[in-house]
């Protein structure tokens, strides 16, 4: 059968994006937990981006190029560290501040590499390799973040700062490390989407919205590692679908404009929908982070 | 009789940003094996110099010893390794965790390695071997006020505290649950373990401590034996010259009748936070001239049912009837222009703007008051500032100035503020939680009194208080507010035992 | 023995002055600025005078009105809606819905000047509060729903001209009619006209009590009656109004015509206009200040571009002395002490 074998397809081609959404999405959730939402997530993923291909490109290595990337994202991360734990400024104005740093300076790093092809995974290896980090990182957060004393600690943070530190959580020490953590899961997001999803070749803005849209997974996954990946996943599934989208739907003009938006418009519906279920379920996310 | 102390503070000093000195050069030792009371009233620097010893806050000078050896804690973790555990008056647990996750949470930090299993274990044991009834898989976010306090104490022995900081335990207490409390801390100390026990309660300290410290603006009165104290001598190191210039307690007042209904509140259904109900089936009316206390155990549904009567959290059943008009369904500007008025349970960020003036603070609270500073939607900023003005002089208001934020006053200026403001939008109704909670003596007997002269003005006024004693003074009725319904009325003369009854007996479940 | 450094945050009224902190802050951000065009093919020498010849010769400055025009009105809403703590970041999107309904006006229907703004600013109103009934009433997160909004109405453009309005099979659609145009100077007037008039509502209705305490303490607000759905609608109408607006007239005076954009660059001024609001510390007058700055950056950004510089190196600068002042005002609220340690 035709239809059944267009499915597997898809269902492999949805590995990719789903693993770079992932990865980045279970980065933000750890930061989430911690009690700070790091809006820089997309401005992270393209610095990224650039410091990887340029490295890769000049090197020849991915795995350096991959250090280089992460080197790019830990310098925000500090960034955001130190304006936002130590001085105390707004973590909505540094996160959107990063954001416009993290693609501005994404861009002038990726045109170091001249717009030459670097090193890439070939398209079964990068598969491989995307489902193993999706699936090892989800099973190694779910074990840290749920049944872990440290996971505990992070969680109490994300709950009651106050409390956390009254029973001697180091509260800088901890939101430090989730913000290392979050670069090293960006690093690889954006090494994955590199060497994986654009063949070794940077474009300026290629990664364009991965972040904000690994930021709606996280609500999505309601803050639960599995929960994050499954809803990366469907996202994943819905980018392999978007390119057969005009040959699905019935003709008419409209649809076009649906393709390129139908992510936004998926996720803008989703958060909604969650939205409504979590309330009537009476679920809550962690405490720090909710505004009703 | 006594070895070396366990814990020894020398010359603690603590100055907070503005020049308030919460602690003058404290020294004081404890030893094992003893119950010490720490006397002072609101304001003292009891809970500075403990959160000191706890390592939530940082001496600005002076040096801390335990075992002799001088230690600097940085952070609360530190004192916890020294066997220091700090029960604080607002129990700080996780509310999401389970009573036996937030111990073995707690445990690790303090350099214990046990699981949750061990945790929960352990959370039986010590709530059996000491009757404190906590259950260790039960949600913090669903337990009383007095289940929490017990919590936090399970926590700390779990953790094998040695030293004990009571932050006024029984602030949030019914009197059985305060003097199952007071039992635990002597039995605590006969294990050899310090219990520190703070408190603005005389009878506390005389029946429990074995040594009783008194502490009075930043500074250690002294600290005497308990058998050698006595009531007045423990208040005249309390309240030093002032004790006899003012009466501890004010002869009852005698009222003239009371006038027509103001709010009438009938079978009101409330949902809490967790969507638990919270005030179930309440019935309520307040005349005019008339002060209506509401007494209870604190997380008995009166602060949901504050919200409800502000209007600001939902009525799930019943009516809301105010100034003759059906307000259920209306918002708080509804009520604020038929003449409501509200002093909240907190001050920043409840009452007030902290970040904000005072002028800008007068704009807010006048928002809806037809007595508002406001000529349409245009604001009168001279209008706001003459109020506030009038404000900060008839209530003695002390302020850096009127263009000053808020928060840069002391809590008690800034409740007399509060205070001045509703006052003098001349309410038809005056609302009112805790409104002396955290003020000294005579900053408390003030807002007391203003209370009840709103009342002669002829507004009516509902005070929600879990200070009974403040209510007995105010109010002319008393309702008791226990797991969300009232279930007990009293005219004066007060029959204080009932009323002390009423606030913990058994009240069946929905 | 060890040093530690600590920051001790000082009372109320002892605190350092904010505008000299933010001065200092923006010298450190130039000079990072600077050394980051060491990463471009401009190097730090071709950055720095760069800089040097648009802030230095004051018969440039006017040259950047246009962006400017763009950048403060999108600015001046921005800061009023993030008062109310409300993070929306969809100027951008309203910006180019406003383009697109005003081309529709002026240049396909053939409406007069005005209708074509004032639609354009009911865009912005409408996008602007559909942001805000999705939080208030769904509890999507703002920032989230705004940005994605932004991207399906740049393919809402991208769609049409490469459409159904395309002119001469290029994605970009014919030139407004000259009729239908205004120059810079008038529509740099009208944006700062309406600016005025924000601060002017903000600082002397109720508008301004409402917008302050729900964005400061929620709670106070609601209870003294300030209605907070009523306020962030408010908020975030006003801020619509002013972003549809300014891209109505960026359209009328500078663009003149629809071009395609991509997601990622955008238009940019609506981006831009986040980093005034915040750079102007949220003072909606202050904003026509800190969006001529960013103007005269972006100006001596387009400048660098004959040297290849990337045009995202202006969105790089402008960040930087973003996190720079708001970091330095910030401090401005601290005494640094050094704190000797035993152990």
């Known amino acids: 059968m035709v239809a059944s074998l267009d499915l597997a397809a898809l269902l492999g081609q949805a590995v990719i994006p789903a693993a770079v959404l992932g990865l980045a999405a279970l980065g933000e959730l750890l930061v989430e937990r911690s009690g700070r939402i790091n809006l820089g997530l997309e401005g992270m993923l393209h610095i990224s981006y650039g410091a990887a291909a340029a490295v890769s490109i000049a090197t020849g290595s991915m795995a350096v190029g991959f250090l280089a990337g992460l080197a790019a994202a830990l310098l925000l991360a500090a960034i955001y560290f130190f304006t936002v734990e130590v001085l105390g400024v707004n973590q909505a104005v540094i996160g959107l501040s990063l954001v416009f740093l993290g693609s501005g300076v994404g861009v002038i790093l990726g045109n170091l590499g001249g717009g030459a092809a670097g090193p890439a995974l070939g398209i079964t290896t990068a598969r491989v390799v995307a489902a193993v980090l999706l699936v090892a990182t989800t099973l190694g957060l779910y074990l840290f973040l749920q049944r872990s004393w440290v996971g505990y600690v992070v969680r109490s943070l994300g709950e009651n700062e106050k409390a956390a530190s009254m029973m001697g959580v180091d509260v800088r020490i901890v939101r430090a490390a989730m913000l290392a953590l979050q670069a090293v899961l960006v690093a690889a997001a954006a090494s994955l989407f590199l060497y994986g999803y654009t063949s070794g070749r940077w474009t300026a803005g290629r990664i364009t919205g991965q972040g904000w849209l690994a930021l709606g997974m996280v609500i999505l996954g309601f803050w639960h590692p599995l929960g994050v990946a499954i809803a990366s996943y469907l996202l994943g599934l819905l980018y392999s679908v978007q390119s057969l989208l005009p040959s699905l739907l019935p003709p008419g003009a409209v649809y076009a404009v649906l393709v390129d938006a139908a992510p936004y418009i998926a996720v803008i519906a989703a958060m909604a929908i969650a939205s409504i279920i979590y309330r009537k379920t009476g679920h809550r996310p962690p405490a720090s982070i909710w505004q009703a | 009789m006594r070895q070396a102390p366990i814990v020894e503070a020398e010359c603690v000093t603590k100055v907070y940003p503005g020049g308030v000195v919460a602690n003058d050069c404290v020294s004081l030792a404890i030893y094992s094996g003893e119950v010490l009371g720490l006397l002072g009233e609101n304001g003292a620097g009891k809970t500075t110099f403990v959160s000191i010893l706890a390592g939530v806050l940082e001496p600005d000078s002076g040096v801390i010893r335990v075992k002799g050896r001088p230690v600097r804690f940085r952070l609360p973790r530190d004192a916890l390794r020294n066997g220091i555990a700090l029960v604080p008056q607002n129990p700080m647990l996780v509310d999401a965790f389970t009573v036996a996750e937030n111990v073995m949470l707690a445990a690790r930090l303090a350099g214990l390695r046990i699981g949750l299993g061990e945790a929960r274990e352990r959370v039986r044991e010590l709530s059996e071997r000491y009757g404190l009834l906590v259950d260790p898989d039960a949600r913090v976010w669903g337990l009383s006020m007095g289940e929490r306090q017990r919590a936090e104490i399970v926590k700390a022995l779990a953790v094998d505290a040695s030293v004990l900081l009571l932050d006024e335990p029984t602030a949030h207490l019914s009197p059985p649950e305060a003097e199952a409390l007071l039992r635990l801390s002597r039995r605590l100390a006969s294990e050899g373990r310090s219990v520190v026990l703070i408190t603005h309660r005389l009878r506390e300290v005389l029946g429990v401590a074995d040594r009783i410290a008194v502490m009075r603006s930043g500074r250690l009165v002294g600290v005497v034996e308990a058998s050698e104290a006595s009531r007045e001598k423990l208040l005249e190191m309390m309240f030093g010259e002032r004790l006899a210039k003012q009466p501890l307690s004010e002869p009852r007042r005698s009222r003239a009748a009371a006038g027509g209904v103001v709010l009438e509140v009938k079978g009101l259904w409330v949902l809490g936070d967790h969507g638990e109900w919270s005030v179930k089936g309440v019935d309520l009316s307040i005349r005019a001239g008339e002060v209506v206390g509401i007494a209870g155990v604190a997380g008995n549904g009166q602060r949901e049912l504050l919200e409800a009567l502000v209007g600001i959290r939902r009525v799930a059943r019943g009516t809301i009837r105010f100034a003759g008009i059906d307000v259920t369904g209306k918002g708080p500007g509804a009520r604020g222009r038929l003449g409501m008025a509200v002093v909240p349970e907190q001050r920043l960020g409840w009452a007030l703007v902290p970040s904000k003036d005072l002028v800008f603070n007068v704009a807010l609270g006048f928002y809806s008051s037809p007595r508002g500073p406001y000529r349409g939607v245009v604001v009168d900023w001279g209008g706001a500032r003459r109020i506030a003005e009038k404000i900060v002089e008839t209530m003695k208001v002390k302020t850096p100035g009127l263009d000053a934020p808020v928060e840069a006053m002391s809590g008690g200026n800034m409740q007399r503020f509060i205070v001045g403001r509703e006052v003098l939008k001349k309410p038809r109704l005056l609302l009112a939680m805790n409104p002396t909670s955290g003020l000294d003596y005579a900053a408390a007997k003030a807002v007391d009194k203003i209370l009840v002269d709103v009342a002669s003005a002829g507004a009516a006024v509902l005070v929600i208080s879990e200070d009974l004693e403040e209510l007995l003074n105010v109010a002319d009725r008393i309702l008791v507010m226990n797991k969300g319904r009232i279930v007990y009325e009293a005219e004066r003369p007060f029959d204080v035992e009932k009323i002390a009854a009423a606030m913990v007996e058994e009240v069946e479940g929905t | ?343």
Do not use: C
């Open chain 3, 1 to 343: 023995m060890k040093l530690r450094v600590k920051l001790v945050e000082r009372a109320p009224t002892e605190r350092g002055n904010p505008l000299l902190y933010g001065l200092a802050g923006l010298a450190v951000g130039i000079v990072v600025s600077v050394l980051l065009g060491g990463l471009t093919p401009a190097g730090v020498g071709g950055t720095a005078s760069a800089l040097m010849t648009v802030f230095g010769e004051p018969s440039r400055w006017l040259s950047a009105l246009p962006y400017f025009t763009a950048i403060a009105a999108s600015a001046a809403g921005l800061a009023l809606a993030y008062r109310a703590g409300f993070i929306t970041i969809g100027a951008e999107g309203q910006m180019v819905a406003g383009m697109i309904v005003a081309y529709w006006l002026l240049g396909r229907v053939g409406a007069g000047l005005a209708a074509g703004l004032f639609a354009a600013a009911l865009a912005g109103v409408l996008l602007g509060a559909l942001v805000a009934a999705l939080r208030l009433y769904l509890l999507v997160n703002e920032t989230l729903a705004s940005l994605m909004l932004n991207y399906v109405v740049v393919s809402v453009l991208n769609y049409l001209v490469g459409g159904p309005w395309s002119a001469g099979g290029f994605t970009r659609t014919a030139p407004l009619p000259p009729d239908r145009t205004l120059g810079v100077a008038t529509a740099a007037t009208i944006v700062l006209a309406t600016v005025l008039l924000v601060e002017a509502a903000y600082r002397f209705t109720r508008l301004g009590v409402a917008v302050d305490s729900v964005g400061l303490s929620r709670r106070a607000a609601e209870t003294y009656g300030v209605g907070f759905h009523k306020t962030i609608m408010a908020a975030a109408a006003i801020g619509g109004a002013l972003a549809g607006l300014g891209g109505g007239l960026y359209l009328v005076a500078v663009q003149q015509q629809l071009t395609s954009l991509n997601t990622f660059q955008s238009l940019g001024y609506g981006y831009m206009g986040i980093l005034a609001a915040w750079l102007a510390g949220n003072v909606i007058a202050a904003t026509l200040a800190s969006s001529w700055l960013l103007g005269l950056l972006y100006l001596a950004s387009t400048s660098l571009q004959i040297s290849r510089v990337p045009w995202s190196f202006a969105l790089a600068v402008q960040a930087i002395i973003v996190v720079f002042v708001v970091s330095a005002v910030t401090l401005s609220r601290y005494r640094i002490v050094l704190v000797r340690e035993s152990q």
